[in-house]
């Protein structure tokens, strides 16, 4: 009798402690579709530049910025994907969007990105990009947002306490979430920011950006940055 009871015991702890198992593994898997009660699940990733359009390039390497640009386009898109969530890339190829490089060609460029966003109709807009600025010596990610876009700004703010934390491992002074007067981010009403990755005008950025594990690491952060904006982590 007590033997039985015994047993009895140790089959109900063991189910108690498979349960709460169970339910830390839960708690640890990443969010999946739904989770945010949002039934679009739609992320437009931009890797910006391409083609005849390198954008910024590096001081110590030469490394172009639209090739940096898709690279990191690809990785946050691989975490994003992950996650549950359904992502299009602006581009996939090192070639920009205009056709051939005639006069007018960047206009034509964006416009056809804009044209992707619309027929996309995302929950939000990514776009990649790497900076670089006179004093050699700044570093750190930065991402921009819309004037009037409340939500993009609650977007940029998450990317940003992200991107800090990143390289605050590093040493750097944390930069602010800004707002910038650019294209990308006024092609639809739903959150969209530039993420500036780093400084290619900094050496040590520039080294950084060019490796696999910090470009997954900044894929980490920009994805972590998303989710935790959608389940209203930062306001
Ligand atoms: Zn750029």
């Given at each position: 009798?007590?033997?039985?009871?015994?047993?009895?015991?140790?089959?109900?702890?063991?189910?108690?402690?498979?349960?709460?198992?169970?339910?830390?593994?839960?708690?640890?898997?990443?969010?999946?579709?739904g989770?945010?009660?949002?039934?679009?699940?739609?992320?437009?990733?931009?890797?910006?530049?391409?083609?005849?359009?390198?954008?910024?390039?590096?001081?110590?390497?030469?490394?172009?910025?639209?090739d940096l640009?898709?690279?990191?386009?690809?990785r946050?898109?691989d975490?994003?994907?992950?996650?549950?969530?359904?992502?299009?890339?602006?581009?996939?190829?090192?070639?920009?969007?205009?056709?051939?490089?005639?006069?007018?060609?960047?206009?034509?460029?964006?416009?056809?990105r804009?044209?992707?966003i619309?027929?996309?109709?995302?929950?939000?807009?990514?776009?990649?990009?790497?900076?670089?600025?006179?004093?050699?010596?700044?570093?750190g990610?930065?991402?921009?947002?819309?004037?009037?876009?409340?939500?993009?700004?609650?977007?940029?703010?998450s990317?940003?306490?992200?991107?800090?934390?990143?390289?605050?491992?590093?040493?750097?002074?944390?930069?602010?979430?800004?707002?910038?007067?650019?294209?990308?981010?006024?092609?639809?009403?739903?959150?969209?920011?530039?993420?500036?990755?780093g400084?290619?005008?900094?050496?040590l950025?520039?080294?950084?950006?060019?490796?696999?594990?910090?470009?997954k690491?900044?894929?980490?952060?920009?994805?972590?940055?998303?989710?935790?904006?959608?389940?209203g982590?930062?306001?």
């Amino acid at each position: 009798m007590k033997k039985s009871f015994f047993a009895f015991s140790m089959a109900v702890l063991v189910g108690f402690i498979a349960a709460v198992t169970l339910c830390v593994q839960a708690l640890n898997t990443p969010q999946t579709v739904g989770a945010f009660g949002e039934e679009n699940m739609r992320i437009v990733v931009d890797a910006g530049h391409g083609g005849a359009d390198g954008g910024v390039s590096g001081k110590t390497t030469g490394v172009k910025e639209s090739d940096l640009n898709l690279a990191i386009a690809y990785r946050v898109s691989d975490v994003l994907t992950d996650m549950g969530f359904e992502i299009t890339m602006t581009r996939k190829t090192e070639a920009g969007l205009y056709g051939t490089a005639t006069k007018g060609f960047k206009k034509r460029d964006m416009q056809r990105r804009k044209e992707i966003i619309e027929s996309v109709d995302p929950m939000l807009v990514l776009s990649i990009h790497q900076n670089r600025y006179p004093a050699r010596s700044v570093r750190g990610g930065q991402v921009f947002y819309a004037r009037e876009s409340e939500r993009g700004k609650a977007l940029a703010l998450s990317v940003q306490a992200e991107l800090n934390e990143l390289y605050g491992k590093e040493k750097v002074k944390e930069r602010k979430a800004t707002v910038g007067d650019y294209f990308i981010l006024n092609c639809a009403d739903c959150p969209s920011v530039i993420v500036e990755c780093g400084f290619l005008s900094n050496p040590l950025d520039e080294k950084l950006l060019t490796t696999e594990i910090w470009q997954k690491k900044l894929a980490e952060s920009i994805a972590t940055g998303v989710v935790n904006y959608l389940s209203g982590a930062v306001a």
